[in-house]
């Protein structure tokens, strides 16, 4: 069976943003979707996003979309898979500190291990803007597709996609609709 799990960002939850569009977009093409609401979502820390998100079962009909803080927990996901997903779209993602990002230590391996990742994502893209205000942009992008490989697509003046502090409502997200189906 088709499926899709969506792991939201810091300081948001699986109603906020583009994610119940895309939810309700992925449903009516027979997508069981599943949206986790994060614990302690302003502090987002791996040790307890990473059990939530294991609480799901995947396998290679699964797409899974991480927004912000959910990409790390994507990348630290496939890791731990036994066997590969059908897609991984990581969007304003990042694999390392970011100075403009106060809070994401938590969320991030101290180390990764690319190979294992890449041999688990599947078709993997990366979504990152040319002006993440968070430091979540095109270079967060460059530094992840120089491990791993996949597609960067970079959106134009497109910020974090999502951000309350921004006043970016992005209700809606096609292009991440168009890349899964």
């Known amino acids: ?15 906020d943003f583009w994610f119940p569009w895309l ?16 614990p302690d979502t302003d502090k987002p820390d ?5 059990p939530a998100a294991l609480e799901r079962e995947y396998d290679n009909e699964s797409v899974l979309v991480g927004h912000s803080a959910g990409g790390p927990l994507i990348l630290a996901l496939l890791e731990q898979l036994a066997s590969p997903v059908k897609q991984s779209i990581l969007v304003a ?19 990764y291990r690319w190979e294992r990742i890449r041999a688990n994502a599947g ?39 999502g951000s309350g502090d921004q006043n970016q409502p992005y209700k809606e997200f096609p292009l991440v609709l168009k890349l899964i189906v």
């Open 46 to 50: 791996l040790r307890n996003w990473l």
């Open 1 to 15: 069976m088709k499926q899709a799990t969506l792991f939201h960002s810091t300081g948001a939850s699986p109603k």
């Open 123 to 161: 078709d993997l893209i990366f979504i990152n803007s040319d002006n993440d205000p968070f430091g979540c942009d095109d270079t967060a992008g460059r530094y992840m597709l120089d491990n791993l490989g996949g597609t960067l697509i970079i959106p134009s003046g497109h910020g974090h996609m």
């Open 93 to 111: 993602g990042f694999a390392r500190l970011l100075p403009e990002f106060r809070g994401a230590d938590a969320i991030l391996q101290d180390s």
């Open 23 to 38: 939810g309700r977009e992925l449903e009516s093409r027979g997508y069981d979707v599943w949206a986790p609401e994060l």
